[in-house]
């Protein structure tokens, strides 16, 4: 009669027994990187691109006294539909950057030559932190840091309303990922710019303000 033991070994015959002593799949730790590109912007463009790319392919089977007309109606619709995509959902709107040494994060000390952008859309803003090279020894070179961020936080939450002042689960979408943020430990330049946009009184309103005018653009540019 099989024992305990040798069911479990008999359990361990299958498809994850290969060079493991368990019977099931290998565990890995969590892995964290930096988002680095908007892959809402680039992936509009993407769109588009291909949406030009298979015109291109079509165009020989018009008639040849139609090709002209056809391919400036095309392409002129095509740019509209992108200029209306990429101005509603890109951030480029309002663009600011500069080369500095700051702070990096909690729990490390010294500071980094980084290169800190903000550019700024109807629905959110974008914060770039990077340095160059992208890995940064902290701790006499015991810890490396890859240091190349791209972090968006919006305020396009469901009415486009501000919420309640503060961090709580009434407060705008902006305040909750800023909380998120700090949470999570990002660093501080973002940490510090973004706070520039959680505050709304005392004659500082930015993310009221930047809300309000995103508000209202993107009405215009859909009708």
Same mark, same amino acid.
């Given at each position: 009669? %099989? *024992?305990?033991? $040798?069911?479990?070994?008999?359990?361990?015959?299958?498809?994850?027994?290969?060079?493991?002593?368990? =019977?099931?799949?290998?565990?890995?730790?969590?892995?964290?990187?930096?988002?680095?590109?908007?892959?809402?912007?680039?992936?509009?463009?993407?769109?588009?691109?291909?949406?030009?790319?298979?015109?291109?392919?079509?165009?020989?089977?018009?008639?040849?006294? +139609?090709?002209?007309?056809?391919?400036?109606?095309?392409?002129?619709?095509?740019?509209?539909?992108?200029?209306?995509?990429?101005? *509603?959902?890109?951030?480029?709107?309002?663009?600011?950057?500069?080369?500095?040494?700051? =702070?990096?994060? %909690?729990?490390?000390?010294?500071?980094?030559?980084?290169?800190?952008?903000?550019?700024?859309?109807? @629905?959110?803003?974008?914060?770039?932190?990077?340095? #160059?090279?992208?890995?940064?020894?902290? +701790?006499?070179?015991?810890?490396? +840091?890859?240091?190349?961020? *791209?972090? @968006?936080?919006?305020? #396009? *939450?469901?009415?486009?309303?501000?919420?309640?002042?503060?961090?709580? =689960?009434? %407060?705008?979408?902006?305040?909750?990922?800023?909380? +998120?943020?700090?949470?999570?430990?990002? =660093?501080?330049?973002?940490?510090?710019? %973004?706070?520039?946009?959680?505050? $709304?009184?005392?004659?500082?309103?930015?993310?009221?303000?930047?809300?309000?005018?995103?508000?209202?653009?993107?009405?215009?540019?859909?009708?």
């Amino acid at each position: 009669m %099989a *024992n305990e033991g $040798d069911f479990w070994i008999y359990r361990a015959k299958g498809l994850y027994d290969g060079w493991r002593h368990v =019977p099931f799949s290998t565990q890995y730790p969590e892995l964290k990187t930096a988002v680095t590109k908007d892959v809402l912007e680039w992936g509009l463009v993407y769109v588009v691109l291909i949406l030009v790319v298979s015109f291109v392919f079509v165009l020989p089977g018009f008639r040849k006294s +139609e090709r002209i007309t056809t391919s400036i109606r095309i392409f002129v619709g095509l740019f509209v539909v992108a200029t209306i995509l990429l101005s *509603n959902f890109g951030q480029e709107w309002e663009v600011s950057r500069l080369t500095t040494k700051t =702070p990096y994060r %909690a729990g490390l000390k010294g500071e980094i030559k980084a290169s800190i952008a903000v550019k700024i859309g109807l @629905r959110s803003v974008n914060i770039t932190l990077k340095t #160059d090279p992208t890995v940064v020894k902290f +701790e006499h070179g015991r810890v490396n +840091e890859t240091v190349d961020y *791209n972090e @968006r936080l919006s305020w #396009d *939450n469901e009415g486009w309303t501000v919420g309640r002042s503060g961090f709580g =689960p009434n %407060a705008g979408r902006f305040n909750q990922e800023f909380r +998120e943020h700090q949470r999570k430990g990002s =660093p501080y330049p973002i940490l510090w710019i %973004a706070e520039y946009f959680t505050f $709304d009184g005392e004659g500082i309103r930015w993310g009221r303000h930047y809300l309000q005018a995103g508000y209202f653009t993107h009405v215009m540019l859909w009708y």
